[in-house]
């Protein structure tokens, strides 16, 4: 049974979560109103959806901020509001701290720290995070869940089922079924400790040769469910590195680049949350410009045919080989494929590609911000399926497209300039399909993703 606080707190979320439905519910008929008296004012609409969200400063937030980097998935306009939306939640009070650790290790909990800070180093959508010392010294990052995030995202979920079959009515080019569901599960993953536990010794096996990027240790006896205990990284953060020289923030965007794209490319994995609280930059004696990376709640493992895809598109586009295109698009799932709507799909896939596909140095785009990043072309392929859609994006590019649209603004915000074709090359070199599916199969089966072979 819940203890007081659990009760209370589950009590206010329900009435709260009311209140948010209400206020999407009222959105949703103020938009459809408007779009059948005058078309609609996107910005205005965004506005709404944006106010009807923003109470709520908990698990939605994550998925607004999904929403936003989701290529028409919803309007720019919509988007634009989206991302200033705040994911950040009050933090917990020391008492609260206090009953929370207990109900994770035990009521003499203290005892097994030889330190632990009151006061939260961070604070998200989903728990917090304290700073500590372990009896062997080592300087540790306690993330602490919050009481009650399963029913609390339960309950967000159906808001984004709201919001997305208002979606099938305004704009029926683009079916969002699948978007949803994968959504859904990710969001659910995030919650389990346990898994991202395992998560952080999978990045940490796929990055050991890498000294440049470095990957917290778990500490599994200090772990549990909704516990999650780490080694502690000394970094800075990323936009802190915007005014050094043009050699240290390229191989800050460099390390960046591998860290994303080399586990997807030969372990078929990939982070699927690369917002700027996630890293952070190292400095030592040894290098300047090196990248933490942390949070491991969202990963994405992918089957070995859906990297195949990937490479073979991307091949298929740097040498004009239409047939390679379109068996690619198949071997995602796209179906219905006509003429119209494969150069339809292009577009985004040629903004996504881009910047891989030319053999020299260069900006990762030109004349635009890190918010703008993409949108033009979301909305030449939003106006596009108008007449050629409708179509049903496979689940997986979900984080496909979150990666791509998060790993540019990053560049864009540090002005790197890198040949990206080469470092793409490197990342994809010797690929084999077979070969990545048993060395998936054995990362996972180290790190506990997998059952051991019998």
């Known amino acids: 049974m819940p203890r007081d606080d659990e009760r209370n707190s589950l009590t206010g979320r329900v009435l709260r979560h009311a209140r948010i439905g209400v206020d999407v519910g009222m959105a949703a008929a103020r938009i459809a109103g408007g779009r059948l008296v005058g078309g609609g004012d996107p910005a205005r609409e965004g506005k709404l959806i944006a106010d009807a969200l923003g109470g709520l400063k908990g698990p939605l937030m994550k998925v607004a901020q999904f929403l936003s980097t989701i290529p028409d998935a919803i309007p720019a306009e919509w988007a634009a509001e989206l ?4 994911a950040h939640a009050p933090p917990m009070g020391w008492a609260f701290v206090k009953r929370r650790m207990s109900a994770e290790l035990g009521p003499d909990w203290a005892g097994r720290f030889a330190s632990f800070e009151h006061e939260p180093a961070h604070a998200a959508s989903l728990g917090q995070v304290h700073r500590a010392v372990a009896p062997d010294g080592r300087r540790l990052a306690v993330k602490l869940q919050y009481p009650d995030m399963a029913s609390a995202v339960e309950a967000d979920l159906t808001q984004l089922s709201a919001i997305f079959a208002l ?20 969001i659910r993953e995030e919650l389990d400790y346990a898994r991202e536990l395992k998560h952080m010794r999978l990045y940490g096996l796929m990055h050991a040769q890498d000294d440049g990027v470095r990957i917290p240790e778990p500490v599994e006896a200090l772990s549990t469910g909704r516990l999650l205990s780490m ?5 800075r953060p990323l936009l802190a590195f915007k005014d050094r020289s043009q050699e240290v923030r390229n191989r800050i965007a460099a390390a960046m680049f591998r860290a994303w794209w080399h586990p997807f ?97 260069r900006r990762i785009a030109e004349g635009v911000s890190p918010i703008e990043f993409g949108r033009e072309q979301a ?17 997986e590019f979900l984080f496909m497209d979150r990666a791509a649209l998060g790993l540019g603004g990053v560049f864009l915000h540090l002005d790197a300039e890198l ?3 080469r470092l793409f090359e490197t990342a994809i070199e010797d690929f084999e399909r077979a070969r990545l599916h048993e060395r998936q199969s054995a990362a ?6 997998l059952p051991s072979k019998q």
């Open 83 to 86: 991302q200033r939306l705040q």
């Open 167 to 186: 979606m099938r009515r305004l704009r029926p080019q683009i079916d969002t079924t699948e978007i949803a569901q994968e959504i859904g599960e990710r």
């Open 231 to 235: 080694t502690w990284l000394d970094g």
């Open 265 to 361: 490319c030969r372990f078929g994995v990939i982070h699927g949350d690369p917002h700027l609280g996630n890293y952070a930059v190292f400095e030592d004696e040894a290098q300047v410009g090196g990248i933490n990376l942390l949070d491991f709640g969202c990963v994405r493992i992918f089957p070995s045919r859906f990297v195949e895809a990937v490479i073979e598109h991307y091949r298929g586009l740097l040498t004009d080989d239409r047939d390679r295109v379109v068996a690619a698009y198949e071997a995602w799932g796209f179906e219905n494929l006509s003429n119209e709507l494969i150069d339809t799909l292009d577009i985004w896939a040629r903004f996504l590609y881009g910047p891989l596909l030319t053999d020299r140095t």
């Open 379 to 395: 909305m030449a392929v939003s106006e596009a399926l108008r007449t050629h859609g409708p179509v049903k994006p496979p689940r």
């Open 419 to 421: 040949n990206f074709h």
């Open 444 to 449: 996972l089966r180290t790190c506990e993703l």
